[in-house]
C-alpha cells in the first residue's frame, strides 16, 4: 500500500509563490511517474505537472514558465514550487502516484491519491 501526504497549501496575493510538497509512505516503486493534479469547485480535475522515475518532466501549458516539480529521491518527497500565482491557480492540489512511467497528465490513469492540501489566489 502506499500513502500520500500533502502539505504547504496556503492563501497568498496574485503573483505570490508557495511550495508543495507530497511525501510517500509505505511501498515504494522502482519505476514511477508521479504528478500534481488541481481540482477547483464545479470543474474536473485537471493535471498541473508530473515526473517520473528517470526525472523526465511534463506541464499544463496554463502553468509552464510559472511552476516546477521536484523529488527528493532519499526522503520520498515530491515538491510542486508555483511562482507568479493567479486567481485562476486557486483549487484543491493532489498529488498521485502509479507504478506506471508512461504516464502523463491524466488523472484516471493514476492509482494512489493524496487527500489534498487547498491553495487560494487573491487578485
Known amino acids: 500500500q502506499v500513502q500520500l501526504v500533502e502539505s504547504g497549501g496556503g492563501s497568498v496575493q496574485a503573483g505570490g509563490s508557495l511550495r508543495l510538497s507530497c511525501t510517500v509512505f509505505?511501498?515504494?516503486?522502482?519505476?514511477?511517474?508521479m504528478g500534481w493534479f488541481r481540482q477547483a469547485p464545479g470543474k474536473e480535475r485537471e493535471g498541473v505537472a508530473r515526473i517520473d522515475s528517470d526525472g523526465a518532466t511534463s506541464y499544463a501549458d496554463s502553468v509552464k514558465g510559472r511552476f516546477t516539480i521536484s523529488q527528493d529521491n532519499v526522503k520520498n518527497i515530491l515538491y510542486l514550487q508555483m511562482n507568479s500565482l493567479k486567481p485562476e491557480d486557486t483549487a484543491m492540489y493532489y498529488c498521485a502516484i502509479d507504478g506506471r512511467w508512461w504516464l502523463l497528465l491524466t488523472a484516471s490513469e493514476y492509482k494512489y491519491w493524496g487527500q489534498g492540501t487547498q491553495v487560494t489566489v487573491s487578485s
Open positions: 509505505g511501498d515504494t516503486y522502482s519505476s514511477y511517474s
